[in-house]
């Protein structure tokens, strides 16, 4: 991350283990991979002008929400050809190949990263070096030729504790690279829900899980059900707990981070980063998901209450001057439609989440239980439940007519459809696809896809993807902070 402590100050540690091939020549690219990490490597975000002085919790808990949408922008397109002119660090660039499962091999890195199998086999014993991932030389069997070492990510290596914050409970989960989430634990909110208390519980019990761990923490990630604000932090229409709008979570989260116990194995200060769960389901489902390999990705979902959205191009989430862009919920599918908290009518969120999918079928949800679980339960009965299947064909065309706005204006060439939408997808693929390609200026003769999320615990991923982008930018920077 650019503007975190620790990729913009020298570690105090040794910057590098063992290079395993130090004899081995050298091209000019591997230069950088090697040796410029630290220090030349400059993101968008870095432009924006919080430089390294900032307090430590603060910055990376700014730095770490905007810096998602910053080290994204290298994405898949840039980092096929890396600039060492510009020095950019091959380390960052490789280590997301790995990460991403793009580059299993390392013969797969070297044509990902357009590199010499030299400067490959330096940037892998570096990252190897730094416990990130592991390098197998025993042969894959199979084909002919030369057989190419196998790259994994490291499965004793270091963690990040994800967190979330959802209309009804709290989850959190420790996350090594690889986009997978050790085990997730549910925990009821507590009695009451202000900012620090929330926030406290979040982080306490994200403590909780690296303290149990051996292996070493390095950061902390919250998903918010609420947009947040960049680059400061801040809570904006925080509906479903009441808080005031402005809230600055990002420096709170941080404080209550800061203030837990993570353990001895933890890097101190430990970075903290928030932002909101629409937008890191898009990053975690970009990464590991559906929507691996689209230029424009849209993700549309809903939750428990409300829809969500996010736009991720060319690898980098778009999240407008001040975070707060694809606000999908918002738009109007239907003037006369049913009230949203808002105060408009006919909002897509409105229309279109679970509790509109139970007034369509004239039913009413069982108060004692999650309204989503119970919402997905009435979709999937479409096939043998014709209220059901009606109440489903009303919301799919609400939530076409809201798509295909989207469409228009964005051009995506994925849509990804995750919660409540998943299943109305799954129920009514067809009418679904028809409503949206008959609003679509061209979208009968191309009609984008439009397919299901893939990726469990989406939310928690992405707050797991937004605690690793400082290494993912930086892969040195684990050094920082070791006691
Ligand atoms: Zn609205």
Redesign the pocket.
């Known amino acids: 991350m650019p503007t975190s402590p620790t990729s913009a100050q020298p570690p105090t540690e040794p910057q590098r283990g063992p290079a395993p091939d130090a004899s081995a020549p050298r091209p000019p690219e591997d230069v950088h991979g090697r040796h410029g990490a630290v220090s030349g490597t400059r993101g968008p975000a870095s432009d924006e002008g919080r430089g390294p002085a900032v307090a430590a919790g603060r910055s990376a808990a700014v730095a770490g929400g905007r810096g998602a949408a910053a080290a994204e922008g290298r994405g898949a397109a840039e980092h096929r050809r890396p600039a060492p002119d510009r020095g950019r660090s091959l380390l960052g660039p490789a280590l997301e190949l790995v990460h991403t499962g793009r580059a299993p091999t390392r013969s797969a890195l070297t044509g990902a990263l357009d590199v010499t199998r030299a400067t490959a086999g330096a940037v892998t014993g570096e990252l190897e070096a730094l416990g990130l991932i592991t390098v197998d030389s025993r042969p894959a069997g199979g084909g002919r030729g030369r057989p190419s070492h196998r790259l994994a990510v490291n499965p004793a290596g270091p963690v990040v504790v994800a967190t979330q914050i959802h209309a009804d409970s709290l989850s959190v989960a420790l996350a090594g690279l690889g986009g997978r989430l050790e085990e997730v634990r549910y925990l009821p909110l507590p009695d009451a829900t202000d900012p620090v208390r929330m926030l406290r519980a979040v982080a306490e019990a994200g403590a909780e899980l690296a303290r149990a761990t051996t292996r070493r923490c390095l950061g902390a990630g919250l998903a918010l059900p609420n947009p947040v604000t960049e680059p400061d932090g801040t809570a904006l229409a925080a509906l479903h707990f009441a808080w005031p709008s402005g809230t600055p979570v990002a420096d709170l989260f941080a404080q209550e981070v800061q203030r837990a116990d993570f353990g001895p194995r933890a890097r101190s200060p430990l970075p903290a980063a928030v932002a909101n769960d629409a937008n890191l389901a898009a990053l975690a489902e970009h990464r590991h998901g559906a929507g691996r390999d689209a230029r424009h990705l849209l993700l549309v979902t809903s939750g428990h209450r409300g829809v969500g959205g996010a736009l991720v191009i060319d690898g980098r989430l778009h999240t407008g001057s001040a975070g707060l862009a694809l606000e999908v919920?918002?738009l109007t599918v239907d003037p006369q439609g049913r009230p949203?908290?808002?105060g408009?009518r006919g909002?897509l969120?409105?229309e279109t989440d679970p509790e509109a999918l139970f007034v369509a079928a004239g039913r009413t949800p069982d108060p004692g239980g999650p309204i989503l679980d119970q919402a997905r339960r009435l979709a999937r009965s479409a096939a043998d439940d014709p209220g059901a299947a009606d109440a489903v064909a009303h919301v799919v065309d609400r939530l076409g007519l809201g798509l295909a706005g989207l469409v228009n204006i964005l051009n995506p060439d994925r849509i990804v459809l995750s919660g409540l939408h998943l299943d109305l997808l799954a129920a009514a693929p067809e009418r679904l696809a028809a409503v949206v390609a008959d609003r679509c200026l061209w979208g009968r003769s191309g009609r984008v896809p439009i397919v299901p999320a893939q990726v469990d615990h989406a939310g928690l991923a992405g707050a797991a993807e937004l605690a690793w982008q400082p290494y993912l930018h930086d892969p040195q920077a684990v050094y920082a902070g070791r006691g």
């Open positions: 919920g918002h949203c908290v808002c408009n909002c969120n409105a």
